[in-house]
């Protein structure tokens, strides 16, 4: 999907970039050929630092595209059990769980 060059006018090079998280996590990755020319392209396109900026942005177009994951039924079943519990209003949670000073 990415190797074609006509879709790379879609990314968007702003979002979720490196400089907004405070944890990055390390990866070393092997890529095809094709995928590193994609990426060459991509960071040559947006002026980007580096190809850690332009694998960002690829991950960004895949989530825009792709959506919310899909979560599994077991999931979405033990939420909607936790809807229908029992809850306690309380209008000041320092009082009601003993935290006042």
Known sequence: MLGNPALLHR?????????GF????????????????VLNMVKAKYDLKDKSAAVETVIEHYI??????NFKE???????????GRFVRVDDFAKHYGLDK
């Open 11 to 19: 990314l968007k090079p702003n979002g979720f970039r490196a400089e």
């Open 22 to 37: 405070r944890h990055m996590k390390q990866a070393l990755i092997q890529l095809s050929e094709e995928a590193n020319k």
């Open 64 to 69: 825009e595209c792709e959506g919310e994951p």
């Open 74 to 84: 077991e999931f979405i079943e033990r939420i909607k059990k936790a809807e229908k």
